[in-house]
């Protein structure tokens, strides 16, 4: 049982051996271990042991019908894993991996049903971070949606993880920051047809041109909202955004501004919490924002007006912040 997390720090880009070790040794005696990858930090579980994958539903709060991706970092893991790797999976992966794309294979029947979540198939991903590939080359595949409460943000740094899971894991290697705080690009390969049942880091587009066919997308609509104590409000328009301003002003609400470009600066100048999404990566994530913003108490926060073209430019982002906003 465990009684106190161990958070062990690490370097993310030269990952100590002693401190891989430490966790690995963790995971092979059926405990959970927090993990940075480069899209958000993983709860990672050893993914043939069913006890232990067992336990990450349990912290987590997560339907067990809902599947776990399996982390690999070499191809003879995807082999453990699945019967054979079809053409377009061997093409997806030498042209995206490792980084965040997800893919579903039909899985071999080792591979234990609650990791599959009562389907045939398997998602498997190579993440692209160092302390990632390090710990998975040491314990093998590795069960491991993300580590946070199920329906909470994604965690992008240990502190998160401590949020909301300290006490209940046996350790947290501390590498940082993940910095995309977003999660991979899901590609369902079971079928005739590719689907994509999660936007993610690889936009949709970049895999359309690289297989050169279209992809279904679905499963957006559907999402639910996060569960925070913040109320996220989307102005469609300037006026819009201008009035909800005034009122929280008037109202003395305690609520921040996030900015997606510079067009309103002259109006928050003077704002006390001013957050900024910048859509060619800079600034804060927006996980990180909405985490921040429940620690500093804020009510409310106001998106400024996001023009169709950013919208477009950037889905995964988008259907992130309507997430938020539901």
Same mark, same amino acid.
């Given at each position: 049982?465990?009684?106190?997390?161990?958070?062990?720090?690490?370097?993310?880009?030269?990952?100590?051996?002693?401190?891989?070790?430490?966790?690995?040794?963790?995971?092979?005696?059926?405990?959970?271990?927090?993990? =940075?990858?480069?899209?958000?930090?993983?709860?990672?579980?050893?993914?043939?042991?069913?006890?232990?994958?067992?336990?990450?539903?349990?912290?987590?709060?997560?339907?067990?019908?809902?599947?776990?991706?399996?982390?690999?970092?070499?191809?003879?893991?995807?082999?453990?894993?699945?019967?054979?790797?079809?053409?377009?999976?061997?093409?997806?992966?030498?042209?995206?991996?490792?980084?965040?794309?997800?893919?579903?294979?039909?899985?071999?029947?080792?591979?234990?049903?609650?990791?599959?979540?009562?389907?045939?198939?398997?998602?498997?991903?190579?993440?692209?971070?160092?302390?990632?590939?390090?710990?998975?080359?040491?314990?093998? =595949?590795?069960?491991?949606?993300?580590?946070?409460?199920?329906?909470?943000?994604?965690?992008?740094?240990?502190?998160?993880?401590?949020?909301?899971?300290?006490?209940?894991?046996?350790?947290?290697?501390?590498?940082?920051?993940?910095?995309?705080?977003?999660?991979?690009?899901?590609?369902?390969?079971?079928?005739?047809?590719?689907?994509?049942?999660?936007?993610?880091?690889?936009?949709?587009?970049?895999?359309?041109?690289?297989?050169?066919?279209?992809?279904?997308?679905?499963?957006?609509?559907?999402?639910?909202?996060?569960?925070?104590?913040?109320?996220?409000?989307?102005?469609?328009?300037?006026?819009?955004?201008?009035?909800?301003?005034?009122?929280?002003?008037?109202?003395?609400?305690?609520?921040?501004?996030?900015?997606?470009?510079?067009?309103?600066l002259h109006k928050i100048e003077d704002i006390k919490y001013i957050y900024n999404i910048n859509l060619s990566g800079t600034g804060m994530?927006?996980?990180?924002?909405?985490?921040?913003?429940?620690?500093?108490?804020?009510?409310?926060?106001?998106?400024?007006?996001?023009?169709?073209?950013?919208?477009?430019?950037?889905?995964?982002?988008?259907?992130?912040?309507?997430?938020?906003?539901?």
């Open positions: 049982m465990i009684t106190a997390t161990r958070y062990i720090r690490v370097d993310a880009r030269l990952p100590e051996a002693e401190s891989i070790k430490a966790a690995a040794e963790l995971i092979k005696a059926g405990e959970l271990v927090a993990f =940075p990858t480069e899209t958000v930090y993983g709860l990672g579980a050893a993914a043939f042991q069913t006890d232990a994958v067992e336990k990450i539903f349990r912290v987590k709060g997560r339907p067990p019908e809902n599947a776990l991706l399996v982390h690999v970092s070499n191809l003879e893991q995807v082999e453990s894993l699945v019967p054979e790797i079809p053409a377009m999976a061997r093409e997806l992966i030498d042209r995206f991996w490792p980084g965040p794309l997800s893919i579903i294979l039909p899985a071999r029947s080792s591979v234990p049903e609650i990791v599959r979540g009562g389907s045939t198939g398997v998602g498997i991903r190579m993440p692209s971070h160092s302390v990632a590939l390090a710990l998975i080359e040491m314990t093998g =595949p590795l069960a491991a949606p993300s580590a946070n409460l199920y329906g909470r943000p994604s965690p992008t740094n240990a502190s998160h993880v401590q949020q909301d899971l300290d006490g209940k894991i046996a350790a947290v290697l501390d590498g940082g920051e993940t910095g995309a705080g977003l999660e991979s690009t899901l590609l369902d390969l079971t079928g005739e047809l590719p689907r994509i049942l999660r936007r993610g880091g690889i936009k949709a587009e970049t895999i359309e041109e690289f297989l050169g066919l279209k992809i279904a997308i679905e499963g957006t609509d559907s999402m639910s909202g996060f569960q925070t104590r913040v109320k996220v409000i989307l102005s469609s328009n300037k006026t819009e955004f201008e009035a909800r301003l005034d009122d929280f002003i008037s109202q003395r609400v305690i609520f921040g501004v996030v900015c997606i470009n510079d067009a309103f994530n927006l996980y990180s924002i909405l985490r921040d913003a429940e620690k500093n108490n804020i009510a409310a926060l106001l998106f400024t007006p996001i023009e169709p073209e950013q919208a477009e430019a950037e889905p995964a982002l988008m259907d992130r912040i309507r997430r938020a906003s539901h």
